[in-house]
């Protein structure tokens, strides 16, 4: 079964940091395109992040030079590393991956950034 689950999301305070992990079963990351998206309250779902097969990233404006994402090859595992977390960070934050002919999503792993 193809599979995409999300993790490590939670409550943290303004400033603050927290790392995502999107875990794969019966495909292989590295072999595709994968993006982050996130969806607030009362907001259509964004894509936030890519990390193409050859490693190359690419962040949208929102959140470049604060967000990071990775990939371990050996662990099938995508991340998210989130640092200097504002309040409109909050949201439910999804990988994906086009995985023919699926539009293969996650669950989703909520965050939520308050004090």
């Known amino acids: 079964q193809v599979q995409l689950v999300e993790s490590g999301g939670g409550l943290v305070e303004p400033g603050g940091s927290l790392r995502l992990s999107c875990a794969a079963s019966?495909?292989?990351?590295?072999?595709?395109?994968m993006h982050w998206y996130r969806q607030g309250p009362g907001t259509q779902r964004e894509l936030i992040a890519n990390?193409?097969?050859?490693?190359?990233?690419y962040y949208d404006d929102s959140v470049k030079g604060r967000f990071t994402v990775s990939r371990d090859d050996v662990k099938n595992t995508m991340y998210l590393q989130m640092n200097s977390l504002k309040p409109e960070d909050t949201a439910v934050y999804y990988c994906?991956?086009?995985?023919?002919?699926?539009?293969?999503w996650g669950q989703g792993t909520q965050v939520t950034v308050s004090s």
């Open positions: 994906n991956t086009v995985y023919k002919p699926q539009n293969l």
């Open positions: 019966g495909i292989m990351l590295k072999s595709y395109t």
């Open positions: 990390i193409f097969s050859d490693g190359v990233s």
